[in-house]
């Protein structure tokens, strides 16, 4: 068996930026335990894996611990690979997964995210995850990831969380964000429970952040910059219940998978 591999780094306009995620189109399904030992041999954030189905695509995501419902990075990855790749001559694509449909376009070389919010509400006191991230936090909201507000850029850039207590938490990941200062808010991101200690940049995390601080700007088109090593920028609009999320992506390398 052979199967096609991309890797493309999303939120990037330069290999080696933003967020590497790996991307394999598919004829048909192949077992949910293939797909794992893909993701796990990738050793990467994410896998996509998708199949054409008519004029939609389905879509599913592997960190290399486990599979999870939504994955932004790898979305865009996905469409990059459609729009460029696979002789598809739209401009709209409509991915199907686990969290809904999932419409993305491209505008030029910028592909937009059009993602569910995410649902969350604020906790009141969570001190072990002042723990485990070191300092703690002026406010915290809960929904499938933590979030933790802190003052300044700088506290979020200093930041350095104690894994194995972030394994403890009751949540697929923390999210840590603050105003920023040539963005409107910045943030970084740790999912050591799904196998990744530090997404260098998460679309889905921003389901969380861009009507948080849509909120509290009182506006809804954001500009954001996610604080990893390799760092990426995105383009946020909050649209009722929806988040759009724009960005580029560059492929790095393709070949095959032999099995």
């Known amino acids: 068996m052979e199967i096609k591999i991309f890797q493309v780094d999303a939120f990037a306009s330069e290999v080696f930026g933003g967020n590497p995620a790996a991307v394999c189109p598919l004829e048909k399904w192949i077992t949910d335990e293939l797909m794992q030992k893909i993701a796990g041999e990738n050793n990467l954030s994410e896998t996509a894996f ?13 960190t290399p ?29 409509l991915f199907s997964s686990k969290s809904g449909r999932l419409p993305v376009n491209r505008e030029g070389e ?3 995210l059009d993602f569910p919010t995410a649902e969350y509400h604020a906790v009141k006191e969570y001190g072990k995850l002042s723990r485990a991230l070191g300092k703690e936090p002026l406010e915290v909201y809960e929904g499938k990831k933590l979030l933790a507000l802190y003052e300044n850029e700088n506290d ?13 938490l009751d949540a697929e990941g923390v999210i840590i964000t603050s105003k920023g200062e040539i963005v409107d808010f910045v ?15 998460t679309g889905a995390a921003h389901t969380m952040l861009i009507p948080f ?24 609009k909050l649209a009722g219940n929806r988040v ?12 095959k998978i032999i099995l």
């Open 187 to 201: 943030s970084r991101f740790f999912a050591p429970k799904i196998g990744i200690n530090e997404d260098p940049v």
């Open 50 to 62: 998708f199949i054409r189905n008519g004029d939609e695509f389905e879509i599913r995501w592997f």
């Open 156 to 168: 979020i850039i200093q930041m350095n969380p104690d894994f194995e207590l972030l394994k403890e």
């Open 213 to 236: 601080w849509a909120q509290k700007y009182n506006k809804n088109n954001l500009t954001a910059l996610q604080l990893s090593e390799r760092k990426g920028e995105l383009i946020c």
């Open 110 to 112: 910028v592909i937009t």
């Open 244 to 255: 759009k999320i724009s960005g580029k992506a560059i492929t790095y390398l393709n070949g």
């Open 65 to 93: 611990a486990s599979e999870v419902d939504l994955c932004g990075h790898a979305t865009l990855a996905s469409a990059h690979v459609i729009f460029h790749h696979l002789d598809y001559d739209k401009d709209i694509i």
